[in-house]
């Protein structure tokens, strides 16, 4: 795994020796609204490197939730090929499609995608229920995945019972379940104070410190820094690869959160 660099020091935007995990060679992603051609990807080149925490930028409607959403195997490209971990997926069947999905990426959505009447275990367990993991491996594997993002005192409330930036965790450890080698955050830090959006960003730089590679979609140039590598997207196209020379560390930032259970009906 390719080390995470200290502040101020810089990374090269391209692979070198690190191993190319995911690849989107020439894609691009045409909508037909009506008689309208929408194209929302132009021939879009990109290498993920192994180890790496990468975040795509953009402005609204730039592309980059649609290109998100091809490199994590949720949709199609029109043209082009996607490659995760040297294996050409972007034509395969939909079931063979949702075994790579469930197998080697993990989401993390802005509005954290739980289900409402469902505890925090349970919904951490969820991707192990369709891969067909046995019960008390399920519920071992959820309580690991949610002591690693420190609500090991939580497994059994529901949503309605944790604050923003505890569900938010409950999405991490849900992407974190199946022992992904990439995780993909679409604005991540997007519905929470800016207390929890460290806290989170805090998580997502630990684990790309222990070898898993961290992918952000993001408009917000602040969240963007957390990352050792920026790809800014508009029109559908890479307008910018680069590294980043000074990069923001969550931990650094951090200050002692107010209990975020108050106010939420614990």
Do not use: W
Not at 45 to 68: A, F, V, W, Y
Not at 131 to 140: D, P, Q
């Amino acid at each position: 795994m390719s080390a995470m660099p200290d502040k101020g020091a810089s990374v090269d935007a391209g692979c070198d020796e690190a191993r190319t995990v995911l690849e989107a060679r020439a894609v691009s992603k045409c909508y037909h609204l009506g008689e309208v051609e929408v194209h929302a990807l132009r021939g879009v080149d990109l290498s993920i490197c192994e180890g790496q925490m990468l975040s795509i930028m953009g402005p609204s409607g730039s592309g980059k939730s649609t290109l998100m959403h091809i490199i994590g195997l949720l949709d199609r490209p029109s043209n082009g090929s996607v490659v995760v971990e040297g294996e050409e997926v972007s034509r395969m069947a939909p079931n063979e499609l949702a075994a790579v999905r469930n197998r080697r990426i993990g989401f993390v959505f802005q509005s954290f995608n739980l289900l409402s009447r469902t505890t925090a275990l349970a919904n951490v367990e969820l991707p192990l229920v369709y891969a067909g993991v046995a019960g008390a491996e399920r519920t071992r594997r959820a309580q690991e995945a949610l002591e690693r993002v420190g609500l090991a005192d939580r497994i059994g409330h529901l949503p309605n019972q944790l604050s923003g930036g505890q569900q938010q965790r409950v999405a991490i450890a849900r992407a974190l379940v199946t022992d992904p080698s990439i995780v993909l955050a679409d604005e991540p830090t997007g519905n929470l104070d800016s207390a929890s959006g460290i806290e989170v960003m805090k998580i997502l730089q630990e684990l790309n410190e222990h070898g898993i590679t961290v992918v952000i979609v993001t408009h917000d140039d602040e969240v963007a820094r957390h990352s050792q590598r920026i790809v800014h997207i508009r029109d559908g196209r890479i307008v910018r690869d680069e590294a980043v020379a000074v990069r923001i560390l969550a931990a650094e930032r951090e200050r002692p959160l107010v209990d975020e259970a108050e106010g939420v009906g614990l």
